[in-house]
């Protein structure tokens, strides 16, 4: 309960206006062994002016060479938890700039390192985690890789390369596909305002789940209907006939596909370390959501109809 209350705690100091120092910074004497916050200035008035600076100066009361470090370590998770979730309120050029310094400040004891490390992988990278993000995971990444420390670059480099394609803003990697009627076509070849590739296994329930709240989205239906939405549902795997026996099961009003040429996954043209996948692109194929959940998903398609 202590850790929700700190972070609507966090929320308040990134959307409160105009009040004196003490109240802003919500920070009366932190108890022995806490998370101490930083004062936001009371000077700064714009909630994103204020993220910035939380975001910017979150770990300055933190000592990164703290040799009672593991008697802390669930209270420093807790406040690392808190600082994601503030991390979407500010540029990605502010988030780029603290991870990379707070990951070169916890160079001082290789313990705390690792823990961060592990925290970052735990949060941002796992497939059940709802938190995962790529474009705050890769910073990470590049001050992991660029650290003096030891560790695992080799892995870490093979995750950053998959981290770094089909981003939000860039050309989404184009591949052939075989329709359920046997036509050979590629995802350039689809003409509609927006593309939804629908990464999928036949026998997953997961995705028979997502398939469910797609088919039942109006937002999404309305899309559809006007032709502004095309839904291609994608197997990647090699079970041409599971494929096949599901087929029925698919909506008619999508183009459902697998990759008869099987490069998806064999030359990784996109990271699917979680089944379902969900990739959204623009008219020219610019990815708009990478890796999304259903919800930001519906909700990037209510506020643009």
Not at 6 to 30: P, R
Not at 102 to 114: G, V
Not at 188 to 200: E, K, V
Not at 206 to 223: M, Y
């Amino acid at each position: 309960m202590k850790y929700t209350i700190l972070l609507l705690m966090l929320v308040a100091l990134i959307s409160c206006h105009g009040q004196n120092s003490s109240s802003s910074s919500s920070q009366a004497e932190a108890p022995a062994g806490s998370f101490r916050m930083v004062t936001i200035p009371s000077s700064l008035r714009t909630p994103s002016e204020r993220a910035a600076y939380l975001v910017s100066h979150y770990w300055d009361n933190f000592d990164f060479a703290d040799t009672n470090f593991a008697q802390r370590e669930a209270i420093i998770e807790q406040a690392f938890v808190d600082y994601l979730y503030i991390l979407p309120h500010t540029t990605p050029e502010v988030v780029s700039s603290s991870i990379r310094g707070m990951m070169k400040q916890s160079e001082q004891q290789p313990e705390i390192f690792n823990r961060f490390a592990d925290w970052y992988e735990k949060y941002l990278y796992e497939p059940n985690s709802p938190m995962r993000n790529d474009e705050f995971y890769i910073p990470f990444l590049d001050a992991l890789i660029a650290s003096p420390l030891p560790g695992n670059k080799t892995r870490y480099g093979l995750i950053l390369n998959l981290a770094l394609r089909n981003r939000p803003g860039h050309p989404a990697t184009d591949f052939a596909y075989t329709t359920s009627k046997g036509k050979i076509s590629r995802l350039y070849d689809i003409r509609s305002a927006f593309t939804l590739i629908f990464f999928y296994n036949p026998d997953c329930h997961t995705c028979r789940e997502v398939s469910a709240q797609l088919q039942g989205s109006p937002a999404i239906r309305t899309l559809m209907e006007s032709g502004r939405l095309t839904i291609l549902a994608i197997y990647a795997d090699s079970d041409v006939t599971l494929w096949k026996h599901y087929l029925p099961q698919m909506p008619a009003t999508w183009i459902v596909a697998h990759d008869h040429l099987q490069v998806i996954n064999t030359d990784e043209l996109y990271d699917l370390k979680a089944i379902p996948c969900l990739y959204l692109l623009d008219e020219s194929k610019k990815v708009l959501l990478k890796d999304a959940l259903f919800e930001p998903l519906e909700q990037y398609f209510s506020e643009h109809q």
